[in-house]
């Protein structure tokens, strides 16, 4: 396998700089994602006045957009598929009510569907509005919330509490924050944002880390000799996903970063058994597991709390596919748990995906191992549309179901 895969702009940047450009009103977003997960947010930003806001699958369209349009004083209705219902908003949503939102619950209490019911602005002190929020669920409703904070009349400080997951990813809002011209402050446990105006400000949208994942994968499981380069990645990235770097060097994959923003991998031989932390990186659980299991390298997962409430729980569902080829992940108690394999054979499976685009591309790069079907390919939409076209590119054969 050699050749040159294009990625998708990372979703997580483009969504947050929608957002920021949304309130600072203006500047030029280059680059943005083609994922769905950013072209609706980016319809659904076009309309702010709309009586009803459909984030479908996105959970940073519902979380981020529940907060922009409360703070903005808004009367709609936010909604979003089957599985958005099942995943939970509530911590976000006390926040708002906190900061003067008026929001109720049109389905279950602590869950999408919400009726959003105009905000009662809070007077302006010397002091910063303070909020406690717990960081053990999801990053996303403290994203959220940091990036309405410069227009509070007292800025916002927020005291995390518990283990704070995906934590890059707050430090990601805060860096863009900061490049439309806020001020914030990251003190571990507590941040705060002065009140102050968004300067509309041109931005550049880094390709996708998590995107990226999935062509590691393929260098890992290809033939020996396989190389690959991926363009538009940073050495200094805002994503946290760029973690695959150092887990794929385990796996048997060197990174090169080359001058013109691009990477080359190179498959070498793997290290052998490790344990991995995934609490700031979960979306690279899935592309870790299945390349160990395909490798039979034994490892360790910890940090996967947050797996049960993506867009499907992904334990489960890593669990119940890995075994069709002979792989396992095992709950070791303790959150931990351990990925292994016995006589793991590719021989004409077919991996169920979840509604989970990335079950879908995890699974893809077995494909050097063996022939697979992957159902529903067309989930990997949410964040990476061409990754089938791309796969053909490199030379994989695709076959439309
Ligand atoms: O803020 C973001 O852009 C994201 C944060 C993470 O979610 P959690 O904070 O819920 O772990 C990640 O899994 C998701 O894909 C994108
Ligand atoms: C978890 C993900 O997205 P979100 O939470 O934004 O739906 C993901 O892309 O893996």
Redesign the pocket.
Known sequence: MRGTAQLPAS?SESNRALIIQALAGGGQLGNLSDAN?TQLMQRLLINPEAPLFDAE?????MRFLTAYLAMTGRQTELTGTARMKE?PIGILVDALRQLGARIEYTGQEGYPPMRLLGRTPQPATDEFTELTVRGDI?S?YISALLMVGPMLPSGLRIWLTGKVGSRPYIRMTQALMQHFGAQCRDLGEVLEVRPQAYKPTDYAVEGDW?AASYWYAMVALAPAGSHLTLPDLRRHSLQGDQAIVGIMEKLGVKTEFLANESVRLTQTEPTGEFTQDFTDC??LAQTVAVVAAALGISVVMTGLESLRI??TDRIAALQAELAKFGGALTDEGNEHFRVTSQDFQVTGQTVATYHD??MAMAFAPLALRGRLTIEAPQVVR??YPQFWKELDKIGFTEKAS
């Not at 699958?57 to 369209?61: I, K, M, P, Q, R």
């Open positions: 979703k997960d699958d996105a959970g940073t369209v995943r999801s996303q998590s979960p979306d993506k867009e685009h990335r949410k964040s």
